[in-house]
C-alpha cells in the first residue's frame, strides 16, 4: 500500500511512532495525531509543528484523512480506531507503516532482547559521522541527534526491530542484527522456543544477497540460523574503543553497530567507526546521569525492564563506582512479564545494596492481582536482597530523598519511573 499524503496517528508518542511521524512529515506528508499523555516525544513533535492532541476521549480525526496508523498499544475498541472505520478511512499498525515505508531502500533492522536501541543509535551515529546520510527510527532520544528520528537518504534506513507480535517479520531487511535473545514478552510468547520460531523466520526472510551479523557460537541464536540463505558475520569479533556507556554489553553493542556498518560500507575506516563510537552520546533513560539529590546522592535513569538488562545494569554501575552503595528504584512493567520472570527478578535486584519496588504498571494489560510489587520485593528478599514494596511514586521520592552523598540511585524499568529521577536530582 502507498503512503497517502494526509495521515492522522493514534499513539503518536509512542517511541517508534513519533519518529515515523517524523520521517513523514519530513517527506512532505500532513502529519497529526493524539496520545493518551504529555512526553518527551510528545514535545519533539509540537516543536516540529505536527499537530497532537493529549487525550483519547475524543475524535480529532480531520475529514480529509486518508490514512490511520494506529500504536500496537491502541486496542480496536479506541474511539478513533472506530471512528476511522466509519468514516471509511483505511488504518495500518506501526510497524506495517515502517514495513511499507522502509520496503524499496536499503534497510538495516536491528533486533534482540537487550541492546537493540543503543546499537541502532550507534550505527546511524557511525554513518553520520562518515557521511551516509542514514535516515533512522531509534527507539530512545538519542543525545546525539536531539531526537529519535535522524533525517537522511530515502533508501538507506537504520530501523530498531522488535519480536514482539512478530513485528519484525513486517519489515525486508537487507541486514539482520540480532543481538542477543532471551525469553520476553511472555504475554505473546509462551516459551523460548516460540521466540526462536519468530526470529528464525526473520533470518529465513534475509535474501542471500543480504548479511545476519550476530553471535553464531550463542547456543540461543544458532538454533535459528538453520534457515539462513545470506552469510552471517560474528560482530563479536570486532574490536571497539572505550566508550562514555559503562558495560560490556555496551561494548557488545558497539561491536555489533561497527560490524553493521562494515557490512553496509566494507571500505568504511576504523578511524571513521571509532571515532563515532568515541563520541557517542547515548540514549533518554540508559544509564542516563539526571544529577545529585540535595543531600548529594547521585541519580541514574535507566530502561532495564528484564532481569539480565537490571543485573547487567547493577553489576556496571557497580564496577564504575565502587565505593557507592547501589539503590534501585524499579517499575515493573506488565503483569505478564513479572509473573513469568518472577524469580530472574528477584535475584536480579537482590544484587542492589537496597532496591525498591514500585507499583506494577499495567501498560496493555488488565488488572492481575496474582502478582504485585510486594511479590516481587518478597523474591528479592528470599534472594539475600533488602528490598521493599512502596505504593506509590510519591512515597518512592520521598523515600529516595533521604539517602545521602554515599550511594548511587537508579531509577529503573519502562513505565514512568523516570518522572521521579527528575524530581529528586537537580
Known amino acids: 500500500m502507498h503512503i497517502p499524503d494526509s495521515i492522522y496517528m493514534v499513539g503518536i508518542g509512542g517511541i517508534g511512532m513519533s519518529a515515523l511521524a517524523q520521517y513523514l512529515d519530513h517527506t512532505g506528508h500532513t502529519v497529526s495525531g493524539s496520545d493518551r499523555e504529555e512526553s518527551p516525544a510528545v514535545t519533539i513533535l509540537v516543536q516540529k509543528g505536527i499537530q497532537v492532541v493529549v487525550g483519547h476521549e475524543q475524535c480529532f480525526i480531520p475529514a480529509d484523512t486518508e490514512l490511520l496508523i494506529y500504536s500496537d498499544a491502541v486496542p480496536e475498541s479506541n474511539i478513533e480506531r472506530v471512528r476511522a472505520k466509519e468514516m471509511g478511512i483505511p488504518e495500518m499498525s506501526y510497524f506495517e507503516a515502517l514495513g511499507e515505508v522502509t520496503s524499496g531502500a536499503r534497510t538495516v533492522a536491528v533486533s534482540g532482547t537487550h541492546g537493540k536501541t543503543t546499537t541502532t543509535g550507534m550505527l546511524a551515529k557511525i554513518l553520520q559521522y562518515a557521511e551516509k546520510e542514514p535516515t533512522a527510527i531509534v527507539g530512545s532520544i538519542v543525545r546525539d541527534f536531539g531526537s529519535n528520528f535522524l533525517a537522511g537518504k530515502e533508501d538507506l534506513f537504520i530501523v530498531e526491530a522488535c519480536e514482539y507480535r512478530d513485528h519484525i517479520l513486517k519489515l525486508s531487511p ?83 553497530a561497527k560490524c553493521a556498518a562494515r557490512a553496509l560500507f566494507p571500505h568504511l575506516q576504523e578511524s571513521y567507526t571509532d571515532r563515532a563510537l568515541i563520541d557517542f552520546k547515548g540514549s533518554w533513560r540508559r544509564f542516563e546521569y539526571k544529577g545529585e539529590t540535595p543531600s548529594g546522592a547521585m541519580v541514574y535513569d535507566d530502561y532495564a525492564h528484564h532481569p539480565t538488562a537490571i543485573a547487567k545494569t547493577i553489576e556496571a554501575a557497580r564496577e564504575k563506582f565502587p565505593d557507592k552503595k547501589i539503590v534501585v528504584a524499579f517499575h515493573p512493567h506488565l503483569y505478564s512479564r513479572t509473573r513469568s520472570l518472577l524469580q530472574d527478578f528477584g535475584r536480579s535486584l537482590a544484587t542492589a545494596d537496597e532496591s525498591i519496588i514500585a507499583p506494577i504498571y499495567a501498560a496493555r494489560e488488565v488488572h492481575d492481582p496474582s502478582v504485585t510489587n510486594e511479590s516481587v520485593a518478597e523474591t528479592a528478599r528470599r534472594y539475600g536482597g533488602v528490598a521493599q514494596a512502596l505504593d506509590s511514586f510519591d512515597v518512592i521520592r520521598d523515600k529516595l530523598l533521604e539517602y545521602d552523598d554515599r550511594h548511587l540511585i537508579i531509577t529503573m524499568g519502562a513505565g514512568d519511573i523516570y518522572k521521579v529521577a527528575e524530581q529528586i536530582a537537580d
Open 174 to 256: 537487507e541486514i539482520l542484527v540480532i543481538t542477543n535473545i532471551e525469553l520476553d514478552h511472555t504475554d505473546y510468547f509462551p516459551d523460548l522456543e516460540a521466540l526462536q520460531t519468530t526470529f528464525r523466520k526473520a533470518v529465513a526472510r534475509v535474501p542471500a544477497r543480504g548479511i545476519i551479523i550476530t553471535n553464531p557460537y550463542d547456543p540461543t541464536i544458532a538454533a535459528v540460523l538453520s534457515d539462513a540463505a545470506a552469510p552471517i558475520l560474528d560482530y563479536t569479533t570486532q574490536t571497539v574503543p572505550a566508550l562514555r556507556q559503562i558495560g560490556e554489553f555496551n561494548a557488545q553493542n558497539a561491536r555489533a
